[in-house]
């Protein structure tokens, strides 16, 4: 599977973005995908993760109740909905592919990241 994140850019604190990841591939709904974020100087983390069919979603403490993501497996999407954003949001935000149910493992498949700059 190949995929695409866009939907990146510069917002001011308190509020929204909308990050979108494409994905090719007939068998898109084999695999759970999560968005990470990469900052300078720290480990890329999780800060988001759904499973194939979107039972099961996974959410990294520092963005429960703000982050939402979601998927439509029919247009091969995965969508991360970032809402009051804060500056320790800002980062370099990437989408990943495993094929694996566990959401917090390795994953395999990267795309390119796309980069979201919060203001204070």
């Known amino acids: 599977v190949q995929l695409q994140a866009f939907g990146g850019g510069l917002v001011q604190a308190g509020g929204s973005l909308r990050l979108a990841c494409a994905a090719s591939?007939?068998?898109?709904?084999?695999?759970?995908v999560g968005w990470f974020r990469q900052v300078p100087g720290k480990e890329r983390e999780v800060v988001a993760a759904i499973s194939r069919f979107a039972s099961t979603k996974y959410y990294a403490d520092s963005v429960n109740g703000r982050f939402t993501i979601s998927r439509d497996n029919v247009q091969n999407m995965v969508y991360l909905q970032m809402n009051s954003l804060k500056s320790e949001d800002t980062g370099v935000y990437y989408c990943?592919?495993?094929?694996?149910?566990?959401?917090?493992?390795?994953?395999?498949?990267w795309g390119q990241g796309t980069e979201v700059t919060v203001s204070s």
């Open positions: 990943a592919a495993t094929g694996r149910n566990d959401l917090r493992g390795q994953y395999n498949y």
């Open positions: 591939g007939r068998t898109f709904s084999s695999y759970a």
